[in-house]
């Protein structure tokens, strides 16, 4: 497209979108895998439960054994041992037999059903019992007699073997993003490490001369680095592994020589600053020219999208690799919009998500005027919505240098490029940052 | 209260909510201090921005000599050199004079608006520009005249001292959950580091000796350790910092010297399994004698809960700097259910966080047959959840070791204590696993 082509939002999403491509699979333990896409289907190798066991702590037994005790008359069985989980032993459970069981316990054979302990005297000879007597206690495990109170149908207290998932059976699809449930299901049917597309490694560097790291003397003429921070935090809530590097000064060189160095750490790179019209817009110096113009898709091209704020941008590769690199505006405000519209999906893309961007909803404005917006730009003003009311209000004013009230948002309300101004009452759009 | 009393699961929650405090703050830097509770009241130091600047790339002019420009008859003035962010220089414009100047650039003395380079002509001597010549091409500064092609107000494009926030004002308020837009703001008023509440370090243990780590061969009468992954992962999704330690076999010295070793870097630990009734419920025998009974607070109480999955559990804290402990049932739908029910609060709850719990919806059941429930125990069924239609759709059965069921759930469908049954159709209140 040539250099007076106004981009609109949705082009250049697109464009960014068509570019940036999920990252190759690694192998990772499971919580290291957490958060990430799953890119295998993952079939059951041995079925779950891998044993008939028992759901209580109580005792095995054959069901024609108990068939109609009662507190009254007990049925009295011969204890033959115990069966712990994990140490199941070799008992089989003849008639007028009972085996001593845990929970998750296979069922020893003979046995038919499980009957609570709390159906027993526990084999104490007196009345129904609330518990086992610790096996500590008595190492060499139960012996004697015990009295049932109630009868058991066959198979209860029996989780059956393959009664959660059957071996050969599908476990988790590809696609799947792995939260806790999905890695309990991943290790109860032994996988300790999955195929996954990783983290995203993103290297965030604001650029300016004016810029001083918090916490020391601000000079004269300077400001507080900010971008910096706030993408780097941003990056890692949408799921990054995010470096900062901090402020780069407006010197063509330094800069190039800087993303060169992090070239080697980062999926994704993000600038701030540099990308406008000025003199010593050093990011659109720097870069513009770097691609390798027989490559198609190498190098960074600069461009004026139809919003606002975040008017200014750049987006394109870099490096042998080919690395993403997108240049935001240098204002905060400018910058984290652009974060939240451009470089949070790049980042989930690059994840291999499906979702890639924010939620949105429809809301009432609240506000005592009506806001106004430029006509043929999208306009992204701060916001405080109210879910229950289904309302937001506008918080500070559209400059791109309001910090503050960006603090106090948690929402940006979308005005179409064809409104140039919105009644207090009108439903508009939200984006939810969450 | 007595042994025989059975807790309700609001009960067991207010007592550990009770007895789990905010941990004390801590001075962390600001990518340290991201999703923690502020402590302090932040006052602006110093006004933001600090000078009045420069909000674009143009000319910094006296408004009397630009008044009255047209593209016809610009207005002349002469270009007394640079004023570029981060090295305002000491240019004083006079009357007829301009000076070039860069967005984030402090005016200089003698101006009063800005006018956009898009107004002039670059000092080209031709049309309207659209730009700026880079400054490395240039490196001693803009000369000659530039031409003026539109008036400007005063103060047009110029952002005042404090128009974003001023010194004095309140920043932040204690108590707010440091995201991105926030460490941006902190950043912006040159804070380096910030007093929060820390993330709580967790300890995450399995115990069972029937328990094999996932990866590895799987012995007869065995099955895989599952929960002290999702525990683990589910703690840091809850904000932690958490640490697996993973299966203990079921001996009590052994659980408590584990217990003992762990207890230097845990603010919180978390058992499962062995709460039991079994004779081999060692998390019980282990930890129900270990608190010093003349100390309020202190020592593990195990109880049994009106609800299901989930009724045995135990609470307490161990160790001279009492440090809380929640023991959970084994079962893997139990263990993630009482996690989600009383772990999540209370790391919540240590971080300093006000909203402890997963949100709630209503939404009606979808289901074929109804669903059936025990008397006098509150059931936590999973489910899927459809937000758009507010709709939830029950996933698996009841039964606690259905971990596949679990693993395609997003929500947990709540029965209350006194429903036996609910009809298809009917309202229901689900837990949003989010």
Redesign the interface.
């Known amino acids: 497209m040539g250099r007076t082509h106004i981009w609109s939002v949705a082009e250049h999403l697109e464009d960014i979108l068509g570019a940036v491509h999920p990252l190759e699979p690694i192998e990772l333990q499971?919580?290291d895998a957490?958060g990430c896409v799953l890119v295998e289907d993952i079939t059951v190798p041995?079925s779950?439960?891998?044993?008939d066991n028992s759901?209580m702590?109580g005792y095995a037994v054959r069901t024609a054994d108990v068939a109609g005790a009662g507190e009254e008359f007990p049925a009295v069985l011969e204890v033959i041992g115990?069966v712990?989980?994990?140490?199941?032993g070799d008992l089989t459970v003849g008639p007028g037999q009972a085996a001593?069981i845990?929970?998750?316990?296979?069922l020893p054979p003979g046995a038919e059903a499980v009957v609570p302990?709390?159906w027993t005297d526990g084999g104490l000879g007196e009345g129904p019992v609330?518990?086992?007597?610790?096996?500590?206690a008595s190492p060499e495990g139960?012996t004697g007699e015990v009295r049932v109170h109630r009868p058991a149908e066959a198979r209860a207290h029996v989780?059956a073997r393959g009664?959660?998932?059957k071996a050969g059976e599908r476990?988790?699809d590809a696609g799947t993003v792995l939260?806790?449930?999905?890695?309990?299901?991943?290790?109860?049917?032994?996988?300790?490490?999955v195929r996954v597309r990783p983290r995203p490694r993103v290297v965030v560097l604001s650029t300016?001369?004016?810029?001083t790291?918090?916490?020391?003397e601000?000079p004269?003429?300077?400001?507080?680095?900010?971008?910096s921070?706030?993408?780097?935090?941003?990056a890692?809530?949408a799921g990054a592994i995010a470096y900062?590097v901090g402020a780069v000064?407006?010197d063509?060189e330094t800069l190039r020589s800087t993303i060169e160095d992090q070239l080697i750490r980062a999926d994704l790179l993000v600038t701030t600053g540099g990308v406008?019209?000025?003199?010593?817009?050093v990011v659109k110096?720097a870069l513009q020219h770097v691609g390798d113009e027989d490559e198609a898709g190498s190098g960074i091209e600069f461009r004026k999208l139809a919003m606002q704020p975040g008017k200014p941008q750049g987006f394109g590769s870099i490096g042998p690799d080919h690395t993403p690199l997108l240049a935001l505006p240098?204002?905060?405000v400018s910058s984290?919009v652009s974060f939240e519209l451009f470089v949070r999906p790049a980042i989930r893309a690059l994840m291999g998500l499906k979702d890639v961007s924010r939620p949105t909803a429809r809301a009432e404005l609240r506000a005592d005027t009506p806001l106004s917006s430029p006509s043929g730009k999208r306009q992204f003003l701060r916001g405080r919505y109210d879910e229950e009311a289904g309302a937001v209000t506008p918080v500070g004013g559209a400059?791109?240098?309001?910090?503050?009230?960006?603090?106090h948002?948690d929402a940006l309300i979308v005005v179409p490029e064809d409104t140039t101004e919105v009644a207090p009452g009108a439903e508009v759009e939200v984006v939810l940052?969450g």
Chains 1, 2 share one sequence.
């Open positions: 499971l919580l957490q041995v779950l439960p891998p044993f759901s702590d115990d712990a989980a994990g140490s199941p001593r845990m929970t998750g316990a296979p302990v709390e609330g518990t086992m007597n610790p096996h500590s139960a989780r009664s959660d998932v476990a988790l939260g806790p449930p999905q890695l309990a299901l991943l290790a109860a049917i032994g996988r300790g490490s300016g001369s004016e810029l790291q918090p916490g020391e601000l004269e003429g300077h400001i507080y680095d900010s971008n921070f706030a993408l780097t935090a941003a890692r809530d900062r000064a407006d063509a406008s019209v000025g003199a010593y817009d110096e240098g204002n905060p984290y400059g791109s240098h309001l910090i503050a009230a960006l603090a948002a940052l």
